[in-house]
């Protein structure tokens, strides 16, 4: 279990507490048939109304996994829960829909599935974690012999008072995952102990070709030749667009057929475009809303932008340095781990609408200096950013963790 408030450990149960229970093996590495053919269970959980990268994450595990494991994902039936489920089962994992969280079928609904489908590996992925709903804990019940979770979100509550709650909900927890070095920092400051966390940074599966910047452009009502900046994401105050379109005026009047492409949904829709309206280039902004090809669309942007306040390691900047494309970021958790600044983007200050003006400037005024930072970006993102690393980085992590269980069945 991982560390408790103000950093003390939570005392570990003793090793007579509870039964040992055999564990279902399978080889160490995805595709290795090296091992006695057996299947490992692994179930991927989360409690999140709106998954977005975080359930990206999820099913870029699944993929992995589902070749060699028996992988289930438990979710939230919300619409985007909805969405992550169906990929899910076309990936060739069972798929759970969860109630509401506050439903009190809701942990029946975890126990059942848990004892219906016996589980090596019950991993919950949640933004700060404050919104676990006690899945970890009906794992720990269940006999679950690994419970891992991944933080996607850095630790940014200024009042202790979340504390409480939070040691609270990883009192189950047996390892903490990180999505960045940077965001490791912010839970090692709180008190969780290094020795509980492991970063493993995020990765996604290559694109393969796109459908190319005509196509894309006509997708989206562009004309071919205009200059056009893209983002793709959640409308809400995390991502930074107001700044971002407090930038558009400045790249108007050097840009005048500049387009702006904001694709995703949220509740700052109607706000951004009265902003739009309001600075005067609402014809110059366009928010087509969630569109399940975004990543295809990317192939209509110049350049790629991420105004971000805060991330944890934003998978959209790794799908855009896989689509080729120049990036320009704001300098923050996750964000500038990804981005070298000078060499695959710009990195500028967050909230800076100049300094977001200024760099989208330079880079769309430079094709060559466009192309370079979008080549070395794509070679980065093999180098680093694949899903198979990120897969088999976590695996790691389950192994480690199942061999001590095996080791002692009822440490826990």
């Keep these: 279990m991982v560390a408790a408030v103000a950093g003390t450990r939570v005392a570990r149960a003793s090793l007579d507490e509870q039964q040992p229970r055999r564990l279902v093996r399978m080889p160490s590495v995805p595709g290795d048939d090296s091992g006695s053919g057996s299947r490992r269970s692994v179930c991927l959980y989360t409690p999140s109304a709106d998954p977005s990268g975080m359930g990206v994450h999820m099913l870029e595990l699944a993929a992995e ?10 979710a939230w039936g919300t619409a985007p829960g909805e969405r992550m489920l169906d990929q ?20 029946g609904a975890i126990r059942t ?20 709903f006690d899945g970890a804990r009906v794992a720990r019940a269940a006999g679950v012999p690994a419970v891992v979770q991944t933080q996607h979100y850095p630790w940014l509550m200024g009042s202790t008072k979340h504390l409480v709650p939070f040691f609270r909900a990883l009192s189950p927890v047996d390892h903490l995952l990180t999505v960045s070095v940077a965001q490791r920092r912010t839970y090692e400051r709180i008190g969780v102990r290094s020795d509980d966390m492991t970063t493993v940074a995020n990765g996604i599966r290559a694109r393969g070709r796109g459908i190319g910047r005509s196509a894309a452009r006509a997708a989206l009502g562009l004309h071919p030749t205009q200059p056009v900046v893209l983002t793709v994401g959640r409308l809400n105050v995390m991502k930074g667009h107001t700044h971002l379109l407090d930038a558009v005026p400045q790249l108007v009047d050097r840009f005048p057929d500049l387009a702006v492409v904001i694709l995703g949904t949220g509740h700052l829709h109607d706000a951004l475009r009265q902003q739009a309206a309001d600075l005067g280039v609402a014809g110059s902004v366009h928010l087509p809303g969630h569109r399940s090809d975004a990543r295809l669309l990317l192939d209509a942007a ?5 105004p971000s306040l805060h991330e944890g390691m934003p998978l959209v900047l ?5 689509a080729g494309l120049a990036v320009v970021a704001t300098r923050v958790i996750g964000s500038e781990e990804v981005v070298v600044d000078g060499e695959t983007g710009l990195l500028v200050r967050p909230r800076d609408a100049q300094a977001l003006a200024s760099a989208l400037s330079q880079l769309l005024a430079e094709p060559a200096r466009r192309a370079a930072y979008g080549a070395a970006g794509r070679a980065r993102f093999d180098r680093h950013f694949t899903s198979a690393r990120m897969a088999a980085e976590t695996l790691a992590v389950y192994d480690r963790l199942l061999d001590v269980a095996d080791t ?3 440490r826990r």
């Design 302 to 306: 110049d350049v790629f932008v991420l």
């Design 318 to 322: 790794l799908e855009a340095m896989d």
């Design 88 to 107: 899910a089962r076309a990936l060739g994992a069972r798929a759970v829909c969860l109630p509401h969280p506050r439903s009190p079928e809701f942990s």
């Design 65 to 74: 996994y589902a070749k060699t494991a028996d992988v289930s994902l438990l």
């Design 408 to 410: 002692y069945p009822s």
């Design 113 to 132: 599935h848990l004892q219906t489908r016996p589980t090596d590996v019950f991993h919950v992925h949640v933004g700060t974690g404050r919104e676990n």
